[in-house]
Antibody
């Protein structure tokens, strides 16, 4: 069974950093597009970043460009999101997402909560 | 691309038919995805590329449309269909979601 398990969320002060991880199991990780989608409290969904199976193509939503970096280690079946210069508006549940192809999420993780507050 | 979903809230009884709309600000072809999100859970894929049901999704869920106007239809509502339904375009990055339709089963 395909599974995604996020970790690394927590409470951080504005301007701080966090690194999210997503451990994948049950499928050939390197064959799939992966990404991060977030959901602010009582709000809708927002794509944050996406990365191709081989890691050569990455895309970011404008609001996180220059602050967040997506990466993957296919030898460890793990996806990462390095988040720097965090802002209050980055507060959200961050979901790890496995893509059927670019933009179609077939498996979602349970999410990890990031809270940016002083 | 901005996606506008209507109605914002829908309240129907079991067995009734639900029709949820999603309108795109630009032509997105058939690159439209529907997700269902129940309270406290991550979303679940229902429909991809406008009309293709995802694996394991019951036949009462169907999607249609192309260009700028799309519809998710639930033919005969079950109590477990109570959820927020989101459309999402994957025609252009950044992929964007609609604001959601909250479907309540009476």
């Amino acid at each position: 069974e395909d599974q995604l398990l996020e970790s690394g969320g927590g409470l951080v002060q504005p301007g701080g950093s966090l690194r999210l991880s997503c451990a994948a199991s049950g499928f050939n990780f390197s064959n799939y597009v992966m990404g991060w989608v977030r959901q602010a409290p009582e709000k809708g969904l927002e794509w944050v970043s996406i990365i191709s199976g081989g890691g050569g193509s990455m895309y970011y939503v404008d609001s996180v460009k220059g602050r967040f970096t997506i990466s993957r280690d296919n030898s460890k079946n793990t996806l990462y999101l390095q988040m720097n210069s965090l802002r209050a508006e980055d507060t959200a549940i961050y979901y790890c997402a496995k893509g059927r192809n670019f933009g179609v999420v077939i498996i979602w993780g349970q999410g990890t909560v990031v809270t940016v507050s002083s | 691309t901005v996606l506008t979903q209507s109605p914002a809230t829908l309240s129907l009884s079991p067995g009734e038919r639900a029709t949820l709309s999603c309108r795109a600000s630009h032509n997105i072809g058939s690159h439209l995805v529907w997700y269902q999100q129940k309270s406290g859970q991550p979303p679940r894929l229902l429909i991809y590329d406008a009309s293709n049901r995802a694996t394991g999704i019951p036949g009462r869920f169907s999607g249609s449309g192309s260009g700028t106007d799309f519809t998710l239809t639930i033919s005969s509502l079950e109590p477990e269909d109570s959820a927020v339904y989101y459309c999402q375009q994957r025609r252009n990055w950044p992929y964007t979601f609609g604001q959601g339709t909250n479907l309540e089963i009476k």
